[in-house]
Structure formats: C-alpha cells, structure tokens
C-alpha cells in the first residue's frame, strides 16, 4: 500500500468521527434549552472528536474491519452521550 492510499484510507477512517463532531455540537444549540455552556464550542468538537474517533478505533479492534452498522451505531451513541455529559444534560 502507498502513502497516498494508506492516507486516503487514514482521512475515510476518521471522516465520520470528524463530521458527527463537527454536527453534534452545531445542532445542540437549536436542540438544548439555552443555559450556561460548560466549555467552549471548540473543546466541545474536539472533545466530541477524540470520543469518536476512540470508539471508532474500539470498534475496529473489536471487529476486526471497518466500517460494521454496529459500530456507528456505538459512534452515535458516544458522540450524544459526550454532548449531554458537556453540556451537564442531567442538570435539565
């Protein structure tokens, strides 16, 4: 494998985490009621990010490929889960 096709496989691995990241945060704020924000939009998608991409990665050692339902399904979860944990959801 080349490093442009090792890089092509690196950037569609981690796209769904880095767009669900990206999306998660965004849609909180017409979602969540207005209150005070525990962290910044920023940290909230960086934050968002490594949780994705880390069960991304879980699901792929856990599988043994990418790409299984199951584990975007995992991705979704985590990614609402770390967005309500951020946002401090059970105080609501």
């Known amino acids: 494998m080349g ?3 090792l ?10 985490a880095a767009w669900l990241a990206l999306l998660v945060p965004t849609l909180s704020r017409f979602v969540i009621k207005k209150g005070p924000v525990a962290y910044a939009f920023i940290k909230q998608i960086a934050i968002n ?4 991409l880390a069960t991304l990665v879980l699901g792929l050692l856990f599988f043994g490929r990418d790409g299984k339902m199951l584990t975007y399904l995992a991705l979704v979860l985590a990614s609402a889960t770390c967005q309500w944990v951020l946002l401090k959801g059970w105080r609501a």
């Open 49 to 52: 990010f490594v949780f994705c």
């Open 7 to 16: 890089l092509n496989h690196a950037i569609n691995f981690v796209a769904p």
């Open 3 to 5: 490093p442009l096709t």
